[in-house]
């Protein structure tokens, strides 16, 4: 399946963060986050396993008990229900990949 970025509109979740929900199927899922500058991605958990990839910008990120500055082409790992969120330090745009599928992110854009 095919998802083209240009065909795709950016969810506007306030407080200077978007959201592009990409290709999925109910085991895996991906998605763009884009953030303004001082944008912060509050802490919170969920049942999911999320890989995260840093396309651009600059993050303190924090996972669990440990709080990383994060660049474009820096990975991170959260295992289900670890407590974490970031700070956007520079304008950028995350990847993050989840399994399953985060089913609460489809119904915002029905």
Do not use: W
């Not at 700070?87 to 029905?110: A, H, M, Q, S, W």
């Amino acid at each position: 399946m095919f998802v083209l970025s240009h065909d795709t509109e950016l969810e506007d979740l306030g407080n200077g963060i978007k959201r592009k929900v990409l290709a999925h199927d109910s085991n895996l899922m991906s998605v763009e986050v884009h953030f303004d500058a001082g944008s912060i991605g509050a802490l919170h958990s969920h049942p999911h396993e999320q890989l995260t990839y840093v396309l651009s910008g600059k993050f303190e990120f924090v996972i669990g008990d440990e709080k990383r500055i994060v660049c474009a082409g820096d990975t991170m790992y959260k295992r289900p229900n670890i407590e974490h969120g970031c700070k956007c330090l520079e304008e950028g745009v995350l990847l993050d990949i989840f399994t399953p599928r985060r089913n609460d992110f489809l119904t915002l854009i029905n």
